[in-house]
């Protein structure tokens, strides 16, 4: 399945001359990759590759370095790689090398790494502008002030550096905010992934289990289904850790009568999914659960509905904030009018962040929110995440008992389409009627 899905190289291609086509007359971009970060001793963490090295080169290797040149005659596409060492690849496995990258990655031309300082710095003469992502990666941008420094002071004839320095960020990263047909189905596999991970969580739970234990099934399935990796450090978090909103310890014991809060989604072909469900953990959620649940539930159905081609980015939140707000008042955990409450923002009391972000090659998506003043309105091939929330910290000593220690939040990934939007994980049970109907078969499948 993966296979098949794979970005293919004419699309990678067709992304190099979208971003050639912003860039002006004479001008170079530049773009490293990641660099390999120690975990420990001699153990690295796993490789994960640059998002926009990636979104242009489907190239994964670390020691690369990305140009385009438009309008070169030898080729507008140039990487830099590693070269092929038996050695090496005996103990860490296959290096591609320059020649085997340019067959593979329909790459115009390629050189070893080691040559870079050699070869770039004669690329970079005489452009009126070089395109690159100025403090992402300090290391590097030491050597492109290096470099352009050297050819400012070389007092041959004509050499001169670029005149101006061009964040890149601003033109690539609008490029991936739309996402492709192609883009698309590899984020539905990621959705469906993850469904069936979130699904897999709810048949699996039992009080008296350790979070982790939650957290190793979402691996297993994940990997089980052709993604190796989560696209974040998975959260689950039972009763009152569940109110942590970036609790990561997932080292707590799941108590009966608990709700449980799994936000997790993997990285398939690079790109994210993000999903939070809430469930309890004896499959039967209690009433003081049950109403604040059916608040979230709302607020979402709310902000899923305001997203649409000429709505602004903010509306979700707005109406999520809404019904959130509203839903408090008649509970009584908040008082007074709700549209003054909304104006205050009392509800941050209970309800601290945003309704959604950006989600695909990122979990937290590149692409701006607003421009100068203006919020950004949805176009079709957006994705975003919805993911509205409340939280009552055990310490809320002036919030009635019953609903204390509760957090839920319920997330989806949205597609912006031309006549509204898809939720594309809608298939995870989402309502208070289908968890507990799904919860309830659970026992079948021991």
Request: proline fraction near 4%; aromatic fraction near 10%; hydrophobic fraction near 35%.
């Amino acid at each position: 399945m993966g296979s098949a899905l794979k970005i293919t190289n004419r699309e990678f291609a067709q992304r190099r001359l979208e971003l050639m086509s912003l860039m002006e007359e004479n001008s170079i971009a530049i773009l490293p990759s990641a660099v390999e970060q120690s975990r420990n001793s001699d153990v690295n963490f796993h490789f994960r590759q640059n998002s926009d090295f990636h979104y242009l080169t489907g190239f994964d290797e670390a020691d690369s370095v990305f140009v385009l040149v438009p309008g070169r005659e030898h080729g507008e596409c140039i990487l830099f790689c590693r070269e092929r060492d038996p050695d090496m690849e005996q103990w860490h496995g296959k290096i591609t090398g320059p020649e085997r990258a340019m067959q593979l990655y329909g790459i115009d031309d390629a050189f070893p790494i080691a040559d870079i300082d050699d070869i770039l710095p004669g690329l970079i003469e005489g452009k009126s502008k070089l395109y690159y992502a100025m403090g992402s990666h300090s290391e590097f941008d030491g050597r492109v002030i290096s470099w352009t420094s050297n050819i400012s002071s070389n007092q041959h004839s004509g050499s001169r550096p670029p005149g101006e320095f061009v964040q890149i960020d601003q033109y690539l990263h609008d490029l991936r905010l739309f996402k492709s047909k192609h883009e698309i189905k590899v984020m539905k596999r990621a959705s469906e992934i993850t469904a069936n991970a979130h699904m897999r969580l709810m048949s699996f739970v039992r009080p008296g289990q350790y979070e982790y234990q939650l957290e190793a099934e979402l691996l297993h399935s994940f990997a089980s289904n052709g993604a190796r990796h989560a696209a974040y450090p998975s959260i689950v978090g039972a009763g009152n850790n569940g109110c942590i909103l970036h609790y990561t310890d997932n080292d707590g014991l799941i108590a009966d009568g608990d709700l449980v809060l799994v936000d997790a989604g993997c990285e398939f072909e690079s790109y994210a999914a993000d999903v939070t469900r809430t469930f309890p953990a004896n499959g039967k959620f209690t009433e003081p659960q049950k109403a604040l649940y059916n608040i979230v539930l709302a607020a979402q159905d709310a902000a899923i509905e305001a997203i649409k081609p000429g709505n602004h980015w903010d509306q979700p939140h707005l109406a999520a904030v809404h019904v959130i707000t509203k839903g408090l008042v008649e509970l009584g955990l908040l008082q007074g009018d709700v549209q003054d409450l909304v104006d205050n923002e009392a509800y941050k009391k209970f309800y601290m962040h945003r309704t959604g972000h950006w989600l695909g090659l990122d979990v937290h998506d590149v692409g701006e929110y607003r421009f100068e003043e203006q919020w950004r309105v949805f176009e079709p091939g957006m994705v975003t995440t919805v993911e509205p929330g409340i939280y009552i910290d055990q310490g809320l000593s002036d919030v009635p008992r019953q609903y204390r220690g509760i957090g839920i939040r319920i997330e989806d990934n949205v597609l912006v389409t031309p006549k509204g939007n898809e939720v594309i994980t809608s298939m995870i049970p989402r309502t208070v009627e289908e968890v507990e109907i799904y919860m309830s078969k659970k026992g079948s499948s021991d």
